[in-house]
């Protein structure tokens, strides 16, 4: 895969980050389009963090209002770790 000339490396984990399931449906469908990629759900910041302890995301999707808190902070700990999101 490439973008603009550049090599894009393949996504082989991806994190979705949704506390409503009709939402949670749509994000997995959108991340659907890398058919390698493990996917791991969390509903909360504190399911996310717990995952993050674990390991690391190539991609991340993230809803920004979630019940234990907003979902930007933890965008910027994935960003930070290399993580598109």
């Not at 000339?5 to 949704?18: F, H, I, K, M, Q």
């Not at 949670?24 to 995952?51: G, K, N, T, W």
């Not at 302890?53 to 960003?79: C, H, K, N, Y």
Request: aromatic residues 2%; contains cysteine.
């Amino acid at each position: 895969v490439s973008t603009h000339g550049e090599r894009v490396p393949p996504v082989r984990t991806a994190l979705v980050v949704e506390d409503d399931a009709a939402l949670e449906a749509e994000a997995l469908a959108a991340v659907a389009v890398f058919p390698e990629a493990e996917v791991q759900v969390a509903r909360s910041v504190a399911d996310a963090e717990r995952l993050l302890r674990r390991r690391t995301f190539a991609l991340a999707v993230v809803d920004l209002g979630l019940p234990d808190g907003s979902g930007i902070g933890l965008i910027e700990r994935l960003a930070g770790a290399g993580t598109v999101c």
